[in-house]
């Protein structure tokens, strides 16, 4: 592993929670001490008392989402530029706590929705988006490992491609958690967030396309280039869960049309 | 007290107790079956308010059927509730719509026609009048509830949960409401034949006085929340899963528009606050609560699309009240004949 003095690393992540406060977070420790301030500020009343530390529980979990996001954007940028450097494994092990930590959240909001028997009807579809959406943690997390196992030797002039998609992807997916959100709070506005999520999600199979078709119209060995278009695709269907996910919540919505 | 008083008094016990099994699901029954409301909670909070509503605001109700036909003898109070209970428990069993209320109204004039007593027809016209009013009331009363209602939650913006905690406090409310307004109307149906022979008398404790009329529409509301208890759940549970379609906010209107209806057509106070303001005044009269919340259902159905009504279930409401009294005058025209004769009892002095 090749050390690198990388100037673009980030030592915070900046949050738009669902109360619509902004955060710089810098590492998880920080980020639990915020959910407990912030629970700690909105005292709870008897009524929501407990519903809300569960809100709660579900912003910091979408979050997650997000911050996984700009992390592996962060990753794949030092990887591009330094390869499979020492900031690029402090990357994945950021990646890997804030996938932890999700998990840890997602598991406390189901347990917690059904010991309490919370949203009767809505509950297997919240249940279910909380899953979809760890899927997508799951996947940035994965293709970080597999950046780091693999090291695919990506020649300078495919660099732009690879971040171009990668944002696409991060944008793709920050509108499906919007959508989330409004599932949660404003139901009118999931369809505008779809509507975003499918443009991304097109303009991140466009971009994956023409990258592909760079790749293997490069004077590069077979397996390499399948290599490469590998990764491509596994950056792209990022965007295509994503898309699930948007499907879901349509439906979601609709169901909970008042 | 004779101990034969309390076994007359039996068969309007059991009219309570089926009354509570049955009608409680007319108020919690969408909470329980979709589990937003514990049983239990459901159970205490709607037994508690039946026996407020029943003993602070059960007279007026009660009044008018006894102008209907004021029964003098314990049997012949007795052998109406008995035909009434039994009417019900047949109808039900037969898949019927069926309605204490008319039931018990069809047994009064049952006992009019065996005692020979005559039947206020203006008083029977106003009844009769106020059951076919009573579901038109609930749905108008519906509608402008939903949309206001979900005008309200659609700007308010309710995170998912928020609204889940506040949906399960306004079902309890409503469903408090829903108890005090049924054990107001309702207590009438289950012991308004015995208030002319009451054997209580009236007596006061501590600076409260209760009437030996409140003491039956007590002992009256007990059957009641025994019902509650006993039976109401598998009731409340089926209708449930049969109104799964509607959304909370649906089901909580439902039962406000019905426990408005029964409250309106049962409270002295609104009737002297209208008569203080020189308005028309709402007649006190004991109405089906199940026709209440299909009034408020069939409201919401047309507002969404008319073609979600089944206009053949409504055809067998409207025709159930005309033949559940005719059944159950005749159930107790036949057992005062049997009572008198063969039973030696004096069903009418």
Redesign the interface.
């Known amino acids: 592993m090749g050390d690198c003095n990388f100037a673009g690393r980030i030592n915070g992540i900046g949050l738009l929670t669902g109360a619509g406060e902004f955060f710089i977070l810098q590492d998880e420790s920080k980020s639990r001490t915020l959910t407990l301030a912030m629970q700690l500020v909105q005292k709870p009343s008897s009524?929501?008392g407990?519903?809300?530390v569960?809100?709660g529980q579900?912003d910091e979990f979408l979050d997650k989402v997000v911050e996984a996001g700009l992390i592996f954007k962060s990753a794949v940028d030092t990887y591009l530029g330094h390869g499979a450097c020492r900031e690029f494994e402090d990357f994945l092990r950021d990646e890997e706590k804030v996938e932890s930590r999700a998990d840890n959240l997602r598991r406390a909001v189901e347990t917690e929705l059904y010991a309490q028997?919370?949203?009767?009807?809505?509950r297997g579809d919240?249940l279910r988006l909380l899953e979809d959406m760890d899927n997508l943690i799951n996947m940035y997390e994965g293709n970080l490992f597999r950046f780091s196992i693999q090291q695919p030797a990506i020649p300078r002039q495919f660099n732009d491609g690879f971040r171009q998609l990668t944002a696409t992807v991060i944008t793709c997916v920050e509108s499906a958690v919007a959508s989330a959100r409004a599932?949660?709070?404003?139901t009118?506005a999931v369809r505008d967030h779809n509507s975003k999520v499918m443009f991304y999600e097109t303009q991140a199979d466009t971009l994956s396309t023409s990258l592909q078709r760079q790749i293997f119209g490069h004077d590069l060995e077979l397996a390499h280039k399948r290599h490469l278009a590998y990764f491509v695709e596994k950056i792209d269907i990022i965007a295509n869960t994503a898309e699930d996910v948007a499907d879901g919540l349509a439906i979601y919505a609709i169901k909970?049309k008042? | 007290m004779d101990f034969t008083v309390f076994l007359f008094l039996a068969s309007g016990l059991f009219l309570g107790w089926s009354l509570g099994a049955n009608d409680a699901a007319n108020v919690f029954g969408t909470a329980v079956g979709?589990?937003?409301v514990r049983f239990t909670t459901a159970a205490v909070v709607c037994s508690i308010f039946v026996v407020l509503g029943a003993v602070i605001s059960g007279a007026g109700a009660a009044g008018t059927l006894g102008k209907l036909g004021s029964i003098n003898a314990l049997p012949g109070a007795f052998t109406a509730a008995l035909a009434a209970a039994t009417t019900v428990y047949a109808m039900t069993r037969a898949g019927l719509p069926v309605s204490t209320t008319q039931a018990i109204v069809g047994a009064i004039i049952g006992w009019n026609l065996f005692s020979g007593a005559a039947t206020d027809t203006a008083t029977l016209t106003k009844i009769v009048g106020t059951w076919a009013v009573c579901p038109l009331v609930a749905g108008i009363i519906a509608v402008p509830l939903y949309q206001a209602t979900?005008a309200v939650?659609?700007r308010a913006?309710?995170?998912?949960?928020?609204q889940?905690?506040?949906a399960r406090?306004a079902l309890i409310a409503a469903g408090a409401f829903g108890a005090y307004s049924l054990g107001a109307n309702n207590i009438a149906n289950v012991m308004g034949v015995f208030v002319p022979v009451s054997p209580f008398t009236t007596f006061s404790a501590g600076g409260i006085g209760m009437s030996s009329a409140q003491q039956l529409f007590l002992l009256g509301a007990v059957a009641i929340s025994v019902g509650v208890f006993t039976y109401s759940k598998r009731v409340m549970m089926t209708v449930g899963r049969g109104l799964s379609e509607m959304?909370?906010?649906a089901a909580w209107v439902v039962v406000v528009a019905h426990s408005v209806v029964l409250f309106m057509f049962a409270s002295r106070g609104l009737e002297s606050l209208l008569a203080g303001a020189g308005l028309p005044t709402i007649p006190l009269v004991p109405v089906s609560s199940s026709q209440a919340v299909v009034g408020a259902v069939v409201g919401l159905g047309l507002l969404h699309n008319r073609r979600n009504i089944r206009w053949r279930t409504l055809a067998a409401i409207a025709a159930g009240w005309v033949t559940t009294p005719l059944i159950s005058a005749l159930l107790c025209f036949i057992a005062l004949f049997f009572l008198q004769n063969v039973f030696n009892q004096r069903v009418f002095f």
């Open positions: 009524l929501f407990r519903t809300r569960l809100e579900i028997t919370l949203i009767p009807e809505a919240v599932f949660f709070r404003d009118q909970r008042i | 979709t589990r937003m979900a939650l659609r913006r309710l995170h998912l949960l928020r889940d905690a506040l406090a959304s909370a906010v």
